[in-house]
């Protein structure tokens, strides 16, 4: 990514937010406008009040200008920049960032509950080593309903912002197994509470399994603490579910990864930070080894 096109870049960038911000500075005008007019005598009342409509008008002329300026950017940034970015650090990847997995595919999971609304993007999927995998953002939400006097409320609540991923690396379980931050399974299947012998593990994380002895073959010391770091270098939320040939992750953040920020310049700083949020996914399949044949059974 050459540093022309990087200025090039900044330079539509900044004309997008001058006009927000000259959208806010008329609003500003427009509400000030209104309150001299609302205090000054009939014969100016009418002045006035043009004149804040003028404002206002200019005003959500200038935010729509915007904010549509905007929102071609971040379609651009991340059709040409990202999908460059991204192909040259994981090699053959596919990158669509206006769709996301489908619910099945979330639910698929087994510890997360189905949403009221559900909305995904930024897909991701590739091959690193041997180990296939898919991830997405997605962003999960509850209906609630709220009775006043007023009347009848009904707003939304997001219980989950994060990332979700599933890596399949042919390797075959009996049984299956979660290991969760947070909550419990969201699954018919007869889970039984499993303690380690790691104290520090146990109150960290809550380990669900079917079969008890599946816990102490997957959850190893070596992937136990390599659980533990990849929880600390990603903040928020962690839940791992292993079934079948698949191990889906999901880190509940509160993040949007992978969105431009409103006057924040595009430099190396904010480069590098995408690259990162990408190479989450070979971290875990690394750090997890799965890539190797740890879980193999004949």
Not at 105 to 115: G, H, T
Not at 209 to 224: Q, S, V
Not at 239 to 258: C, K, P, Q
Request: hydrophobic residues 40%; positive net charge.
């Amino acid at each position: 990514m050459n540093n022309d096109k990087i200025n090039k870049f900044n330079e539509n960038k900044k004309q997008v937010e001058q006009k927000i911000i000259i959208g806010i500075i008329l609003f500003v005008l427009a509400i000030a406008s209104f309150l001299i007019s609302s205090a000054s005598s009939s014969g100016n009342f009418d002045v006035f009040f043009i004149i804040m409509v003028i404002l206002g008008i200019a005003a959500i002329v200038m935010f729509i200008m915007g904010s549509v300026g905007y929102y071609s950017l971040k379609k651009t940034f991340k059709r040409d920049f990202l999908t460059e970015m991204f192909t040259q650090l994981i090699p053959d990847v596919t990158y669509r960032p206006e769709t996301g997995l489908s619910q099945d595919e979330v639910y698929s999971s087994e510890f997360l509950k189905r949403a009221d609304r559900y909305h995904s993007e930024d897909y991701i999927a590739g091959k690193i080593g041997d180990v296939d995998f898919v991830s997405s953002d997605v962003k999960l939400e509850e209906r609630h309903v709220q009775h006043t006097k007023n009347g009848t409320r009904v707003y939304y609540v997001a219980y989950f912002i994060g990332r979700v991923f599933r890596f399949d690396f042919n390797k075959v379980f009996t049984g299956n197994l979660q290991v969760l931050e947070a909550g419990s399974p969201y699954s018919r299947r007869k889970f039984n509470k499993v303690k380690m012998e790691s104290i520090d593990f146990n109150k960290k994380f809550k380990i669900f399994a079917e079969e008890d002895i599946t816990a102490f073959y997957i959850l190893t010391p070596d992937i136990m603490e390599a659980i533990f770091n990849l929880e600390k270098r990603n903040p928020g939320r962690i839940s791992m579910s292993f079934l079948g040939e698949h191990l889906y992750v999901a880190i509940n953040n509160s993040r949007d990864t992978f969105e431009l920020q409103l006057f924040r310049k595009l430099d190396q700083s904010v480069i590098e930070e995408f690259k990162r949020d990408l190479l989450v996914i070979k971290d875990f399949i690394v750090s997890l080894k799965l890539n190797n044949k740890l879980f193999k059974k004949d």
